[in-house]
C-alpha cells in the first residue's frame, strides 16, 4: 500500500536559518503530492503540491521537488520565520480507489527569534 | 480558494451526551467528504470516508454506531459523537474533495472536551 515517511521532530531553528523537512514515500505508479501546515490550534492548510514527476511546487517561500528516481518531495525554505513555527505533514494522493491522501507523521518545526 | 468550514471550533460536554460536528465546503461542491481523529502531537488518522447520498465508509476499528456520520448533501457532511465519554476527547478534522480539481481541502477543526 501507500506510504509516507518523513523526518521525526522536532526541529529547532534560529530565524532566517536553512530548512529542510525530509519526506520519501512508497506508492505505485504516479502519485499526486503534497505539503499541509498545521499552525497551533488549527486544522491543516496546503501549503504546496506537485502532481508529476520533476514538477516544484512552491509557496509562501517554501519549495519542494517531486523526484520520482529517489521517491521524494524534501520540503525547503531558505529564511525561515517565527511565524513558520507549525506542524508540517507531507502526503501523497495515489490513483487506488478512493484516492485518498495518506499522511507523514507529521514533523514539528519551532522558530527561535 | 477552496474553503471548508467546520462547526464549532470547540466543544465541551459531559459524558454520555452526543455532539454533532458540521462540515460545509462554502464555494464548491463535495461528494466525498473525510473525517480525521488526531491525538496530541500525532498525525492525523483517518475515520470514515464519507459519500453524498450513501453510507460512510469506517476504516477498521472505527465504531460506526459511535460516529455517525451523514452526508446529506453535496456542501455539508456531519459527524456525531454518541454517548460521548473522556475517551473521544479529540481534534476531529473533516476535508472536503472539491469536485471540480480533484484536491482536498481541510476544515480548522473541532477540538472536543469530554468531562
Known amino acids: 500500500g501507500n506510504s509516507v515517511t518523513q523526518m521525526e521532530g522536532p526541529v529547532t531553528l534560529s530565524e532566517e536559518a536553512f530548512l529542510t523537512i525530509n519526506c520519501t514515500y512508497t506508492?505505485?505508479?504516479?502519485?499526486?503530492l503534497f505539503w499541509y501546515v498545521q499552525y497551533p490550534g488549527e486544522g491543516l492548510q496546503l501549503l504546496l503540491k506537485a502532481t508529476k514527476a520533476d514538477d516544484k511546487g512552491s509557496n509562501k517561500g517554501f519549495e519542494a521537488t517531486y523526484r520520482k528516481e529517489t521517491t521524494s518531495f524534501h520540503l525547503e525554505k531558505g529564511s525561515v520565520q517565527v511565524s513558520d513555527s507549525a506542524v508540517y505533514f507531507c502526503?501523497?494522493?495515489?490513483?487506488?480507489?478512493?484516492?485518498?491522501?495518506?499522511f507523514g507523521g507529521g514533523t514539528r518545526l519551532m522558530v527561535k527569534p | 480558494g477552496a474553503v471548508v468550514s467546520q462547526h464549532p471550533s470547540w466543544v465541551i460536554c459531559k459524558s454520555g451526551t452526543s455532539v454533532k460536528i458540521e462540515c460545509r465546503s462554502l464555494?464548491?461542491?463535495?461528494?466525498?467528504m473525510f473525517w480525521y481523529r488526531q491525538f496530541p502531537k500525532q498525525s492525523l488518522m483517518l475515520m470514515a470516508t464519507?459519500?453524498?447520498?450513501?453510507?460512510?465508509?469506517?476504516e477498521q476499528g472505527v465504531e460506526k454506531d459511535k460516529f455517525l456520520i451523514n452526508h446529506a448533501s453535496l456542501t455539508l457532511s456531519t459527524l456525531t459523537v454518541t454517548s460521548a465519554h473522556p475517551e473521544d476527547s479529540s481534534f476531529y478534522i473533516c476535508?472536503?474533495?472539491?469536485?471540480?480539481?480533484?484536491?482536498?481541502?481541510f476544515g480548522a477543526g473541532t477540538r472536543l472536551s469530554v468531562l
Open positions: 476535508s472536503a474533495r472539491d469536485l471540480g480539481d480533484g484536491f482536498q481541502y
Open positions: 464519507s459519500n453524498e447520498g450513501s453510507k460512510a465508509t469506517y
Open positions: 502526503a501523497l494522493r495515489g490513483h487506488n480507489a478512493g484516492n485518498m491522501l495518506t
Open positions: 506508492a505505485t505508479g504516479y502519485p499526486s
Open positions: 464555494d464548491f461542491q463535495a461528494t466525498t
